[in-house]
C-alpha cells in the first residue's frame, strides 16, 4: 500500500499555465525639443519658396517694365510738320527777278540794279527797266503775304498737333515714350522755328528789294536831270 503511494506520488504529472497572448499597449512618448525642430524646419522650408516666388515676381515686374520702356509711339504728325515746311520751301522757291540762291545773286543784283553803270540806255529802256523794279518788289511783298498766310494756318494746326503731343507725353509709360514724345515736341517746335526764319527771309528780302529799287530810282533821276541840264553852261547870244 505504502509502496504504491511512493509511486504515485512519485510520478511527474504535466501541468499547463495558460499565459494570456494579448500584446501590451504602446505608450506614445512627446518629445517638445524634435517637435520644435520640426517646426523650425517647415518654417525655413516655407520661408525659401516665399523668397523663390518673390524673386519671381520682381522678375515678372522687371521684364514688364523693360517692355514697357521698350514700348515706341507713334508720330503720325510727322507727315504734317514735313509737309506744312514743304508748303513754305515751294513758297519761298517761287522768288522771283532775284532768287535765294546765294550763287545767282550778283548777277540778278547787278540787272536789276545797274547803279549808274547803264545811264547810257535809251528812255525808253530805263522806263523799262524801272518797270521791271517796281514789278519785282511788288513781287516779293506778294510772296512775303503769301509765306505770312501759310504760316497762319500751320498755327492753326499746330494748335491740335501740340494738343496731340501734350496728352501722348502725359500718358507715356516706358522711357523710350517719353523721350520720343520729348522730341516729338521738339521737332514740332523746330518747325515753328523754320517758318519764322524763312517768314522773316521773305520779309527782309521784299524791304531790301524795295530799299534798292528807291535807291536806283534815284540815281536814275538825278542821271535824268544831268542829261537834261547837259553842262551847265548857259546860253549866252552874241
Do not use: C, W
Amino acid at each position: 500500500m505504502m509502496s504504491g503511494l511512493l509511486a504515485g506520488a512519485m510520478t511527474v504529472v504535466p501541468v499547463l499555465i495558460a499565459i494570456p497572448t494579448t500584446p501590451a499597449q504602446a505608450i506614445i512618448v512627446f518629445d517638445p525639443s524634435n517637435y520644435a525642430q520640426n517646426l523650425l524646419t517647415a518654417a525655413r522650408a516655407l520661408q525659401q519658396v516665399n523668397n523663390q516666388i518673390q524673386s519671381l515676381q520682381n522678375e515678372a515686374t522687371m521684364l514688364a517694365n523693360q517692355a514697357r520702356n521698350l514700348t515706341s509711339v507713334s508720330f503720325p504728325e510727322l507727315q504734317q510738320i514735313t509737309a506744312d515746311l514743304q508748303r513754305i520751301g515751294r513758297l519761298m522757291s517761287q522768288a522771283q527777278a532775284i532768287s535765294f540762291t546765294i550763287d545767282n545773286l550778283d548777277a540778278e543784283f547787278a540787272k536789276l540794279f545797274p547803279g549808274a553803270v547803264g545811264q547810257g540806255a535809251s528812255l525808253d529802256q530805263h522806263v523799262a527797266n524801272a518797270r521791271t523794279r517796281v514789278t519785282s518788289a511788288m513781287s516779293a511783298y506778294k510772296q512775303t503775304m503769301a509765306v505770312q498766310a501759310q504760316v497762319v494756318a500751320d498755327v492753326q494746326a499746330d494748335a491740335t498737333t501740340l494738343s496731340s503731343l501734350s496728352a501722348r507725353s502725359q500718358s507715356a509709360e516706358g522711357a523710350l515714350q517719353v523721350a520720343q514724345t520729348a522730341n516729338q515736341l521738339a521737332a514740332l517746335a523746330a518747325k515753328q522755328q523754320f517758318q519764322i526764319e524763312q517768314l522773316m527771309a521773305a520779309q527782309y528780302r521784299a524791304q531790301a528789294l524795295d530799299q534798292a529799287q528807291r535807291a536806283q530810282s534815284s540815281i536814275d533821276a538825278a542821271a535824268a536831270t544831268k542829261a537834261f541840264l547837259g553842262t551847265g553852261t548857259a546860253y549866252t547870244p552874241r
